[in-house]
């Protein structure tokens, strides 16, 4: 098992054309030899570490920093399920996936890639494609890690939802699987074929077997195909479809000072670089007519959450942009320690999700905001994503097989394909130990969530339910 420290980088290699590339018969037999080291059975082990930090504590310090007014709001919305609360703590999950074993091979890594987090959105080109969408922790990290969190979010998910532990185990092999599959396919595959390789809703509809889950697939995307700026608009602006005011609803929509105001189109000013010339010329012919704070998510919550209402020169001719704040990575602690990697974690955001997308939002970019860092990008471009609150057994199987090939996607676009499929091998071994990662850490999930429910109950932590 490697240790702390030790660990294989490749996704900051690639800096001289004359460096040799190896082989990839040799990759694949390196990725065979980490299983001496790390046995596919120990991947299945789940044990708190002694210095595992106490859940209310490490939630009251993810606190900090935030907007104090949107505490409770955060608390309510992790207090509702297990589910939530496993959402909600991405730096809880980080302590404790980092200090479980794994091979060392390092490659980008989602750094939240939990079940909720992959969904549509528009690429450049227009079209609706799925892919992992949240990369606010994003960073250098091993694959281990995001696909411990996403076969745990499956299990909790399945729980939540209803499902048997057998039914839950079934989701799990079926995305444990799914990687393996994938990822040994791409790693046969030229790196430019990998960079080109996307998943469209008419490919994804088509691939999902349960009729549910095709169904739910056709219902969201066609709602998301609507979730455009000029359909936001009159949702935003209390039913006006001309570019007037974003309408307040406190707390989770508010108006900044004319202070901060100024100081966000300032901001907003200093994004425009950060584009390329093409989209530079296009979003900046575009004039500010608004801006406000709107909560999402809900690890996201409390962090500042920006949207930016811009009009063109007709007055339905409108663009919403979202201004989040950007902080560390809960994942940089278990790679690097105390010294920052990234000088600006806007960028740093937008770099990665770039890195595992195939298409991304062409108006990512970042900005700098008094002492918060943003990364910017579009409020509404069909984003959208499956329900998960009434997902079928038979649907989450499906499901997880589709967000597993996802993943899978994502890591070898970056590096280390090889090594991790040769590590992975043809054989189900590592598949059912992270069934049985996945069922112990959903029990730790629930165990958990119940110490917060305590908290909130206590008065210890606040609470506002249902926002």
């Not at 490697?2 to 990839?24: E, L, M, V």
């Not at 411990?148 to 699987?177: F, H, P, Y």
């Not at 080109?196 to 994804?204: E, G, K, M, Q, W």
């Not at 902080?327 to 999700?353: C, D, I, K, M, N």
């Amino acid at each position: 098992m490697t240790p702390a420290g030790k660990t294989q980088h490749f996704a900051d290699a690639f800096t001289s054309f004359r460096i040799p590339a190896t082989d990839r018969a040799e990759r694949v037999a390196h990725g065979k030899t980490l299983r001496a080291a790390t046995p596919h059975a120990s991947l299945g082990a789940w044990t708190p570490t002694p210095d595992r930090p106490d859940v209310v504590g490490i939630i009251q310090q993810s606190h900090e920093g935030r907007l104090p007014w949107l505490l409770g709001v955060r608390i309510g919305r992790m207090a509702a399920s297990p589910f939530g609360f496993l959402r909600g703590t991405a730096n809880l999950m980080a302590h404790d996936v980092a200090n479980l074993p794994s091979t060392g091979v390092h490659t980008t890594a989602c750094g939240d890639a939990h079940i909720g987090n992959i969904g549509f959105y528009r690429s450049p080109e227009g079209n609706q494609v799925i892919d992992l969408n949240d990369f606010d922790e994003a960073h250098t990290g091993a694959w281990e890690w995001d696909l411990r969190r996403l076969t745990a979010s499956i299990w909790v998910l399945g729980r939540d939802n209803g499902a048997t532990e057998g039914q839950c185990a079934d989701a799990v092999r079926a995305c444990v699987a799914a990687y393996r599959d994938e990822v040994s396919f791409l790693s046969k595959t030229p790196l430019l074929w990998r960079a080109y390789n996307h998943l469209d809703v008419n490919a994804l509809h088509e691939t999902a077997t349960e009729s549910s889950l095709r169904e739910e697939i056709f219902r969201a995307a066609k709602a998301a195909r609507k979730r455009t700026s000029d359909r936001m608009l009159p949702k935003l602006a209390g039913g006006s479809t001309d570019a007037a005011r974003i309408v307040d609803d406190p707390p989770l929509v508010t108006h900044p000072s004319d202070a901060e105001f100024e100081a966000l189109a300032a901001g907003l000013d200093e994004y425009l670089p950060t584009l390329t010339p093409q989209w530079r010329r296009i979003v900046g012919g575009y004039s500010l007519v608004d801006i406000a704070h709107k909560v999402v998510g809900v690890g996201s919550v409390g962090m500042r959450a920006w949207v930016a209402l811009l009009a063109g020169s007709r007055p339905d001719d409108v663009l919403f942009l979202q201004l989040k704040q950007a902080q560390r990575s809960v994942l940089a602690p278990f790679v690097h320690g105390e010294t920052a990697w990234h000088a600006h974690q806007g960028q740093r955001v937008v770099e990665y999700q770039q890195q595992l997308q195939t298409v991304s939002d062409p108006l990512l970019g970042y900005t700098t905001v008094g002492e918060h860092q943003y990364y910017v990008r579009q409020y509404r471009n069909m984003k959208g994503g499956v329900p998960l609150d009434a997902m079928t057994p038979g649907a989450l199987v499906d499901y997880s097989g589709i967000v597993g090939h996802l993943l899978a996607k994502g890591h070898a676009r970056t590096s280390g394909a090889s090594i991790i499929s040769g590590y992975l091998g043809k054989k189900d071994a590592a598949v059912e130990a992270f069934v049985d990662w996945a069922r112990a850490y959903a029990d730790q999930t629930e165990a958990d969530h119940a110490v917060l429910v305590t908290a909130v109950k206590a008065g210890r932590l606040p609470y506002e339910p249902g926002v």
